[in-house]
């Protein structure tokens, strides 16, 4: 009996950049399968750009997209999932929440929910060679510097609040710029599935949170997954949400 497995992808074509509005680049792993793929934003700024997830971590992310080594960089990890944290270990240092800085210091594949999601059905090709799905580790950086909520990321001419929005997980964050309207919303929201159940999520917090979110008035927002969706629908689907919960 034949055993069917997937193709393997290319290292040169892995990652996958898109230029956008408001100096906005997306970055993701089109080999990846859409529930899975983790969306990965770039920022330019005057003095410094802000660089926001990391993906799988499979193929070096900086070797293979030469944007993230043209200039100083703040690295930034929305939380600590493995689809969001995988090449993290590539920059000099890595910001994160405070309440998931042990996690990314340490990111074994439990705590990092590689355990229960990270499988060959995640791909439609796989990446290249020696990539085996039950070998995978994530290494940790080697700095980490902590976030807390209402600090500011500064690029010089472009200023990212942090907003602390546990609920899908304890340290996560967005990132909010009032000047151009945009969201950086992590996997908190996204158009389309969320998470809400793993081993760490709070169906309280996550209310909490989506709840501050409601009051900003974003033009456009963009998450971890999925596409980007504009304010009014941010704001129509926390109200959705808010409803089916009843919380």
């Known amino acids: 009996m034949s055993r069917f497995s997937l193709p393997r992808g290319d290292a040169a ?72 944290i995988g090449s993290a270990h590539e920059f000099d240092c890595c910001h994160v929440h405070a309440a998931e800085a042990d996690i990314l210091a340490d990111p074994d594949n439990a705590r990092t929910l590689a355990d229960a999601f990270l499988d060959d059905a995640m791909f439609d090709a796989l990446p290249p060679a020696p990539f085996e799905h039950h070998r995978y580790r994530i290494a940790p950086p080697t700095r980490i510097a902590t976030l807390e909520d209402g600090e ?21 964050i967005a990132l909010w ?12 929201i996204y158009d ?9 999520s ?29 304010g009014a629908r941010l704001h129509a689907m926390i109200d959705d949400w808010l409803r089916d919960h009843a919380l």
């Open 13 to 84: 074509s892995w990652y996958r950049t898109t230029s956008l509005d408001d100096g906005v680049t997306h970055i993701d792993e089109p080999a990846i399968k859409p529930f899975y793929r983790c969306n990965i934003w770039h920022v330019r700024g005057r003095e410094r750009d802000l660089l926001v997830d990391f993906g799988l971590g499979a193929v070096p992310l900086r070797r293979q997209v030469p944007l993230l080594s043209e200039r100083d960089l703040i690295a930034v990890a929305s939380h600590t999932h493995f689809d969001h």
């Open 152 to 172: 500011i990321i500064d690029l010089g001419d472009r200023r990212f609040e942090v907003i602390h929005t546990p609920g899908h997980s304890p340290g996560g």
């Open 177 to 188: 710029e009032a000047a151009s309207g945009i969201l950086i919303s992590g996997d908190l």
């Open 192 to 200: 389309g599935p969320l998470i809400e159940d793993v081993y760490h």
């Open 202 to 230: 709070n169906a309280r917090d996550y209310a909490a949170s989506m709840r501050r979110l409601r009051e900003l008035p974003a033009r456009v927002v963009h998450g971890g997954h999925f596409p980007s969706f504009s």
